[in-house]
Structure formats: structure tokens, C-alpha cells
């Protein structure tokens, strides 16, 4: 039981953290920031005189987002588009007010328009302990609804939107409107997996309906895409690419 317990305490005093921490990691090409929102990542992807931001928090905390965003030192009229891996409110949530804050256009997937629309989390199903108790709190938040300036339906390059090379990916599961976006080598997948708590590894995301096909849908993009070597969480991480290969390994039986 106690690495169980020690893995919420920690997760606990994450979600307590005020402000959250920013850090930087250099992919090919690109500068990644990444600032922690509570407990959900926002990824500010910057090349030259480009910024794209990757998903926008939690609505109460997106004033104070778009603040640490400036405080990077980025010129804000860099900022092209903001993207959002899917529609939850963890992720989507801030992302009106980023849109207006920073003068960019919203992109999003078009299987989660109506969940945006309605700002309301479609059903949440819990993988473990630390979901079920927080799938109500979970499930209750809402933000209010909007819609993207950018519904993303099919693989997408990723420049004329955000004017920096790449690639935006749907891949429903999480939530109808899941995307990826590929950048140079790395990927930002959102909910596909999150981060370890503690530690460097991928783990299954607190939140996922068909297991089975969640792990066929990382199979499939570490396949098509062995060039990619970070994978930018929308929680913890980022992972290396032998950590996911080395989850997945573990996820499948072996009999
Ligand atoms: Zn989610």
C-alpha cells in the first residue's frame, strides 16, 4: 500500500502547487515550455519568430496563464494558434480566454464540439484508485462553452495554422476529438498517456474508456512516427520513447 499512498500524497500537493512550475526542454528545431496548471500541462512550442501553444488549463486559472506565458519573454504577437489536444475542461478550459488574451486562433478536434459547446465533460471512466476518487469532481467540471476558429478532422499540416512545421493528428479515444501534434521529434499527445508521478515512465491515463484501443493508438503512432523521441504529456513528463515501448511492453500479456 505505500507506494499507492506516497503516489497520491505526492499527486495531492501537485494539485494544491499555486502558480506550478515551468520548464524547458529543446527538441530538433523548437524550445519547449512547459507550464504546469494545477495539474495539466501547457506547451508553449516556440521556433524563430513562432509560438504555439498546446491546450490552455483550467478557465479560472487562464488569466493567470496567459501571464506566465508573457513572462517567457516571447514577443505575444508570435503567438499563432493555440491547440488543444481534446475538449476536457482541464485542457479546454482556459482556452477562450487564451484566444483573446493572446490573439490566436483556436484549433481543436472536431469530434469534441459538442463537448466544447457544451463545456461539460462527456462520461469520465476511471483506471485506477486515484480517478476513482476524484471521478466526481472530475466529471462535475465545466467551463463555458466555445468553439474552435480551426475544427481538425483529418491529419492537418500543422504551419499554415500555427506557422511552424508539423503535423496535427486525430486520434479519437480519450475523447472523440482527441488530437496529437507532431513536432520535429516529439510529439504532443495530450491524454493519449500521461506522465509517472513519480519517475520518468508513461502510465495509463486516469481516464480511459477502451484500454485496448488505447494501446493499439500509441502502438500505431510510435510506428508511424520512429522519429520522435519526446512525448509531451498533458500531465507529468514529458517520456522518452523507450519508456513508452517499455509500457507498452509491460501492457501486453505475454500468454
Ligand atoms: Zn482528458
Redesign the pocket.
Known sequence: MMPRALAWLLFAATLTACGGSTSQTRIAGATVHTLEVDYSNVHVVQQGDAVVLIDAGYEALAGETAERVRALGLDPAAVKAIILT?G?A??AGGGARLRTDLTAQLVAGAGDQPMMAAGKNEPLCPTGSIAEGRVDEDQAATYDGYGADVWIDAPTDLAPVGGIPGRILPMPG??RGSLVVVVGDAAFVG?LFRGAIVGGGAETHF?MCDLADNRADIRALLDAHPNVKTFFT?HFGPVDREDVEEYLADQTPTN
Open positions: 481534446h476536457h482541464d485542457h480519450h475523447t491524454d481516464y498533458g
